[in-house]
């Protein structure tokens, strides 16, 4: 028994949770899995489909946070990159030229992120709260010129739900995407030195300075990870909804990805977790947003709830990795 | 003195360019960016809008402005205490629509209101601190996850009960008192924020729960280890901010007689950016509650400023951010580099020109010719010492001297073998001398005048001076005391060497040659300490004269030697008695046939006096090398001097050999014998004077046979 519960880490809890709910909703939820007693896969699909972009943010993030970092400026990125680069592509700039300039400024925006928090000392906190709203209110006021910018008619970005892949299985383009997304990230968390870096640097940032790794350069390539991936997030969404609409940027989009993170076992100390770790949490918000959606929860009242889950997954994240006088850190806000 | 450096001489010694590094040393200095930043703001808001502080204009903005300066004292208090909350946006927005509720709706009266918003933001502040305070959890987070509840909450409530707000016929005169009326131009929000900054200020700087909280921000774990209760104090400073925001959520909903959908949108932001634009530093501790305000002031200027200019979406957010990340780079970067700033800036050299001396090397002729007298004398505590800077002699043959370890040690008569801690000062003591009661006086280096009894009794005699009007580094504190003697009337007169370093820092204060040193009188019979005189170059010995009515006073980085005379026909006149000598005096003390023994702690070199007269050069070599490279005076020899009262050199004894007294600062006679001590020697030296007088003692011939 005791060596079940210690089996019993954050990640185990979160899965057998979101089994739990699929079950539920499964059986108690019609039109959730089986709709009159059929089984239909559609909802299931579009359940997925809903976490993808969120996920994709979520493996950003979550590089991030394993550094012992976070990057708020993540949906700003997302939504102003992209409502940039369609601007540009409405307004005539050549295809390859404008998206020379939007993977140009997202990585601006990442180098800048990494290089206040690496060079500057500035809390990662700090930087990217004030990054995302200079992002934000620089790309809306000069240059975009309204809130939603359609993508352009014809262009490569609405052509990828149509791929020949995703057409013959069925399976959207988005969660490709995310898949695609984890399995890097993993390969680069497990199997590069970079990634091997960015644990040492979340375990035990003065150590790791210490013993040689390049603490600097490796903080702003987790920025500029994020920035990337971020963008990515935003083009998909732009396929599926064929536009792009900035007011997404004053959601509560940002807290569901670090939800995402923080439930799925990413703590926020840093050090810790893994991408099936995005994965676990992405499927259990995918569940639950579905699911509330399914019961007619408002907006709002889906915002309440999901903050509320997040507000107990730090609690719980405290009691597990608690800090205190001796050893917290001073100005670790 | 060629024209060139009579230049010299005006551009370093008349332009006051040390007042930079002495105004940086001041914690004030903090201030004068945001204030800047203020000003500079303000102007350019109001020139660019026509009509900007028309007195209409003004107080509409004016009310505004005291709700937001309410929120962020809040926000600045949880900041000090080095916490962040940003939930007073939702917070803010809840207690305003519990008073809306409750008044409107509800029907109470407006008392109820008010009661019930802030026990709204009471709430949000209790369960704000007990997560962060007591769970310890991360407050960026928390508090952002709060944030996020309580604005779900509020846009569920709000759309809700918003057109039973509206169809309400409630209506009170104190609302509208609230939300409209001004008391002699001033608007009730302004007052009630001027109140809460006057006493939230009152309380930080001047409290003991306000110090504690800044104690905390400072450095918790200290806080904790010194017994502070830092969860408790955590916790205090977010229910305090709750309550602010409960506060001026009452404010706004007087004042719209409502709250909608966006009521407190994007408050946390503004005022997070208010708080750190004005100077407070992320992480605690450093910051205040002016600060705060100027902050809110600068954020709602620019704010309201952008919005009546009629910038596009966006401008707002981008000022914002703007905003706040030049605020955290400077702030952070400033808090990293202050010290070095001021390492740079601190030493300015003066120029200062010796005459040449006359040789002290030996078989050179001179008067000041120096022998190998002193180099083989009877060593007592050998080893055992560290430092004695000055040794004194009692009635019963005792022999006293301070050391670095903050102690006076006694060696016990006749051979001085044995010896114990007589008395802990705390301090290092540095000159020593009996008053008439018997009771030891000390000057103990960086704390002041001290006095133990015969039982070892330690007391503070005095530890400051009247502060000079004029001083920007607070003189009125003994930065340097070094030396004192006794006038026949009990009155103590002492040296403070400098005012610009500490006693450790010494050898900064003879690179930058500035006259700061000062000649200070205890006078037991009031308790007072006042300042003799001033503008001395490292102030050092002090001895009173034979005659009862004058001293000597040893000037080091001068090189001479003054007579002060305090009492009798030629009180208050001061004479110098040698100048110019080839070495650095230190102690001066009574010989017993009538003339002064002085100490020299070093030995003037020609590539250091031509250093003094080239204040640029040591101005550079200060900045742009190490201190290990730096031109630093020559204390590796020394010597004892034997003058008159005229001034003649009777003779010299040195150490040619440097190993038993390389460096002396002070000089005792006692019964025919010489006792030797210095700064950086780890012994006192016993030098047998020929044709003394062998039962000459000082206490006696100064004071007395014994009562």
């Known amino acids: ?333 | 003195m060629t024209l060139r450096e009579r230049l010299l001489r005006l551009r370093y010694n008349h332009i006051p360019d040390h007042l930079i590094g002495e105004i940086l040393t001041k914690r004030w200095t903090d201030n004068a960016i945001p204030f800047v930043a203020l000003v500079i703001t303000i102007a350019i808001f109001g020139t660019l809008i026509p009509g900007f502080f028309k007195p209409a204009a003004l107080s509409d903005s004016t009310r505004q402005l005291g709700e937001f300066s309410i929120i962020v004292t809040g926000l600045t208090i949880v900041i000090l205490g080095g916490g962040i909350d940003l939930s007073v946006g939702s917070n803010y927005a809840m207690s305003a629509f519990a008073a809306v509720i409750t008044f409107f709706v509800w029907e109470q009266p407006l008392w109820v209101a008010f009661i019930a918003a802030l026990g709204v933001g009471l709430t949000f502040g209790c369960i704000n601190g007990y997560l962060i305070g007591y769970m310890r959890l991360r407050a960026f987070l928390t508090t952002l996850v709060t944030l996020i509840i309580g604005r779900a909450v509020f846009d569920i409530l709000v759309i809700k009960y918003s057109t039973q707000v509206q169809q309400s016929q409630m209506a009170s005169d104190v609302l509208d008192f609230i939300a409209d009326e001004t008391v002699y131009g001033v608007s009730v929000a302004v007052i009630i924020a001027v109140v809460i900054a006057a006493v939230a200020h009152v309380a930080m700087t001047r409290s003991r729960p306000g110090w504690h909280i800044l104690s905390v921000g400072g450095s918790r774990r200290s806080a904790h280890n010194a017994g502070i209760r830092v969860r408790r104090t955590v916790f205090l400073t977010y229910v305090i901010s709750g309550l602010c925001c409960g506060l001026t959520g009452f404010l706004v909903a007087c004042r719209l007689s409502g709250a909608g959908p966006g009521t407190g949108a994007y408050l946390e932001i503004w005022a997070l950016t208010a708080a750190v634009v004005g100077g407070n530093s992320l992480g605690g501790g450093r910051g205040s509650i002016v600060k705060g305000v100027m902050g809110a002031i600068i954020v709602l200027v620019t704010m309201n400023g952008l919005v009546r200019i009629g910038t596009g979406t966006g401008a707002n957010q981008m000022a914002l951010g703007l905003m706040l990340a030049v605020a955290v780079t400077l702030d952070i970067r400033w808090l990293k580099n202050r010290h070095k700033v001021l390492d740079e800036v601190y030493v300015t050299p003066v120029h200062h020109r010796m005459d040449d001396a006359p040789s002290a090397l030996p078989g050179s002729g001179t008067p000041y010719a120096l022998n190998n007298a002193i180099s083989r004398t009877e060593y007592i505590g050998l080893e055992e010492l560290e430092g004695p800077e000055d040794v004194i002699l009692d009635r019963d043959d005792h022999l006293y001297c301070g050391t670095r370890h903050g102690e006076i040690i006694r060696f016990f008569a006749p051979d001085y073998k044995k010896s114990e801690v007589f008395a802990h000062t705390g301090g290092f003591p540095l000159g020593l001398a009996f008053d008439q009661a018997g009771n030891l006086l000390s000057c103990v280096g960086a704390m002041g005048l001290y006095s133990i009894s015969p039982d070892r009794q330690v007391t503070r005699l005095s530890a400051e001076t009247r502060r000079t009007w004029t001083s920007v580094v607070d003189d009125a504190r003994l930065r340097d005391p070094n030396d004192c003697d006794v006038a026949p009337d009990g009155r103590i007169f002492f040296t403070d060497s400098t005012t610009r370093y500490d006693a450790h820092e010494w050898a900064l204060d003879s690179i930058e040659a500035r006259p700061t040193g000062r000649l200070l009188c205890y006078d037991p019979k009031t308790g007072k300490t006042t300042t003799v005189l001033e503008k001395l170059r490292y102030a050092n010995g002090v001895c009173m004269a034979h005659d009862g009515q004058s001293l000597f006073l040893a000037e080091s980085w001068a090189c001479s030697v003054h007579r002060y005379w305090f009492d009798g026909p030629k009180a208050g006149t001061l004479e110098v008695v040698i100048k110019d000598m080839p070495g650095y005096p230190d102690n001066i003390n009574r010989a017993s046939d009538g003339t002064y023994w002085m100490a020299w702690l070093g030995m003037r070199t020609p590539s250091f006096d031509l250093a003094l007269r080239h204040p640029g050069m040591r101005k550079r070599m200060t900045r742009n090398l190490p201190m290990d490279d730096w031109l630093f005076p020559n204390i590796n020899t020394g010597g004892v001097v034997k003058f008159d009262e005229t001034g003649k050199i009777l003779g010299t004894l040195g150490d040619l050999t440097g190993i038993s007294h390389p460096m002396v600062t002070s000089m005792r006679e006692h019964k025919g014998w010489l006792y030797i001590g210095g700064i950086l020697n780890n012994r006192i030296g016993r030098y047998k004077i020929p044709d003394a007088d062998p039962n000459w003692t000082a206490p006696v011939a100064y004071w007395g046979e014994k009562p």
Request: glycine content about 10%.
């Open chain 1, 1 to 333: 028994m005791t060596r079940l519960l210690s089996h019993l880490t954050q990640e185990v809890i979160v899965f057998l949770l979101a089994a739990t709910l699929f079950l539920a909703a499964a059986i108690f939820l019609p039109g959730f899995m089986f709709k009159d007693g059929a089984f239909q896969a559609g909802n299931l699909i579009a359940m997925v489909r809903a976490v993808s972009v969120l996920g994709i943010l979520a493996v950003g993030m979550g590089i991030v946070i394993i550094g012992r970092g976070i990057d708020l400026s993540a949906v700003a990125v997302m939504a102003m990159s992209v409502a940039w680069y369609l601007q540009m592509l409405n307004s005539g700039v050549p295809g390859w030229q404008a998206l020379g300039w939007a993977l140009a400024g997202v990585v601006a925006v990442g180098l800048i992120n990494g290089f206040m928090v690496a060079y500057a000392d500035v809390p990662a906190i700090f930087v990217t709260l004030a990054s995302s709203y200079f992002v934000y209110g620089f790309v809306r006021s000069q240059l975009i010129v309204s809130d939603a910018t359609p993508a352009p008619a014809g262009s490569w970005i609405l052509e990828l739900p149509n791929l020949g892949l995703v057409t013959s299985t069925h399976i959207p383009i988005d969660v490709y995407a995310f898949g695609a997304a984890v399995f890097v990230g993993f390969l680069f968390l497990r199997f590069t030195k970079w990634g091997r870096y960015i644990y040492l640097m979340g375990d035990n940032f003065m150590a790791a300075r210490n013993m040689g790794v390049p603490v600097r350069p490796m903080t702003v390539l987790y920025y500029v990870i994020s920035a990337l991936m971020a963008f990515v997030a935003g083009i998909l969404t732009t396929s599926s909804i064929q536009s792009m609409n900035v007011r997404v940027v004053n959601s509560n989009m940002l807290y569901d990805v670090i939800l995402v993170c923080v439930i799925g076992g990413i703590g926020l100390s840093g050090g810790k977790g893994y991408m099936r770790n995005v994965v676990v949490g992405a499927l259990l918000i995918g569940i639950m947003g579905n699911a509330m959606t399914i019961m007619d929860f408002t907006n709002v009242e889906q915002n309440l709830i999901k903050s509320i889950i997040l507000l107990t997954a730090i609690i719980i994240d405290g009691l597990l990795n608690p800090r205190d006088e001796q050893t917290a850190q001073q100005g670790d806000i």
